[in-house]
């Protein structure tokens, strides 16, 4: 019975021995299947799982948790309101910061059948951005996602490409970056108080300008402080 309270996702926690730290867990009952668990260097871990209900709307959904396992954020909705059809797939993946990244099987994602989508969470659960499809070929299907993240939040992203069940199948992967430093200019013009001889020199009022690469496929906020040291003694 799909109805029932006994049915759904539950979680336990272990220690390092395999010792259970606490009894199980229910974090949502009713047909709820495919539970994933992504976990952060510090112990705090996201779980996801779709919810798969009548029709062919399977909304996939998640929950961050401290590594005491108290609750961080509510239920989030980890995809973008589009239609999953297909086989429900999907990967999931958290760097040192805590934020959290999603990939799902999108039946709206491309022009042809079925595409991959990834998504970002801040560490709080904040989206950052609707989701980005990441598949370039778009004849057949693209599924089953699986993605990776390393601690400063560097993403390696595979799936399975099927044009159908008796037609050319491969696997595919991209990865994603952050913020690259590309390097910094300083003094790039002649003004009132610079000569633009591209070196910050004592007495000057320049300008800099610190560039980036964005590897992210999402808009990204850079925030920061210029800092200066003094002339050398003497």
Do not use: C
């Not at 509510?74 to 910061?97: F, S």
């Not at 610190?210 to 496929?217: D, E, F």
């Amino acid at each position: 019975d799909l109805t029932s309270p006994a049915t759904g996702i539950f979680m336990r926690r272990f220690a390092a021995d395999g010792t259970p730290l606490e009894a199980q867990v229910q974090l949502a009952t009713g047909s709820r299947r495919i539970p994933q668990v992504a976990r952060a260097p510090s112990g705090d871990f996201v779980v996801a799982w779709y919810d798969l209900g009548p029709g062919t709307q399977h909304p996939l959904v998640g929950r961050k948790f401290r590594a005491d396992g108290t609750a961080a954020t509510p239920v989030l909705a980890l995809d973008d309101g589009q239609v999953q059809t297909g086989l429900p797939t999907y990967g999931l993946a958290m760097d040192a910061q805590g934020r959290f990244y999603a990939a799902w099987s999108d039946g709206h994602a491309d022009p042809s059948q079925i595409g991959v989508v990834l998504r970002g969470f801040e560490a709080d659960g904040t989206p950052r951005g609707a989701g980005v499809v990441v598949n370039t070929t778009t004849t057949g299907n693209q599924w089953m996602p699986a993605l990776a993240a390393t601690p400063a939040g560097h993403l390696s992203l595979a799936w399975g490409n099927y044009n159908d069940l008796f037609g050319p199948r491969f696997v595919s992967a991209r990865r994603y970056g952050l913020l690259d430093a590309g390097g910094l200019r300083v003094d790039t013009a002649a003004g009132a108080s610079s000569n633009g001889n591209g070196v910050f020199e004592i007495g000057e009022s320049a300008d800099f300008r610190p560039t980036w690469r964005n590897n992210s496929a999402q808009a990204l906020a850079i925030d920061g402080a210029l800092v200066l040291s003094g002339p050398p003694p003497g």
